[in-house]
């Protein structure tokens, strides 16, 4: 199967974010389909994704709920691109976590992207190149300078006409 882990966008904030796509950049995404990838991992038998959950489970047994803020959308990563994103500001639980994921990602011969780590949530795809214009279009007025929500999973999603949970890792709070 075709798979990823990622970072759910709760629907309040996936609203929010999707009202701020412009018209002309592309067709939206489902509201149920918004998430932040911490890390593409291509095709994989499905013994080897229930290799890798359970050195998750163990990895995340610890990791505490974290706050994400996405700055207003614009074409990604740069202008000229088909795909409107919103940029997550890569706070440092954030790159923890993102950290902690590769560990045994590496370990299970999976290689990070040699672009680096661009943390983002993919809100449209176009079918022609965005421009820097429409990147000026983009709603920053609708939801101010940026969308903060806290993020409480971790999950693996399958790729397939749309993106399916197919395993989830709760974050647990401190008591």
Not at 42 to 55: A, F, I, K, M, N
Not at 58 to 79: N, T, Y
Not at 90 to 107: C, G, N, T, V
């Amino acid at each position: 199967m075709r798979c990823f882990i990622g970072l759910p966008v709760p629907e309040e904030a996936g609203r929010a974010l999707l009202r701020g796509v412009p018209e002309g950049a592309g067709r939206q995404l489902p509201l149920t389909d918004l998430h932040l990838t911490l890390a593409f991992l291509g095709e994989r038998e499905l013994s080897w994704t229930q290799v890798l959950c359970r050195h998750l489970e163990s990895i995340l047994a610890e990791v505490q709920p974290l706050s994400l803020k996405l700055a207003h959308g614009g074409p990604f990563p740069s202008s000229g691109s088909r795909l409107w994103a919103a940029r997550a500001l890569p706070s440092p639980a954030l790159m923890a976590l993102y950290e902690r994921i590769w560990r045994p990602l590496e370990d299970l011969g999976v290689e990070r992207d040699q672009r680096g780590f661009q943390p983002h949530v993919t809100l449209a795809r176009g079918h022609h190149r965005l421009t820097t214009k429409r990147a000026n279009e983009s709603a920053e007025s609708l939801y101010g300078d940026h969308i903060e929500f806290d993020v409480y999973e971790v999950v693996l999603y399958e790729s397939r006409q749309g993106y399916r949970a197919r395993w989830r890792q709760s974050l647990k709070s401190r008591l």
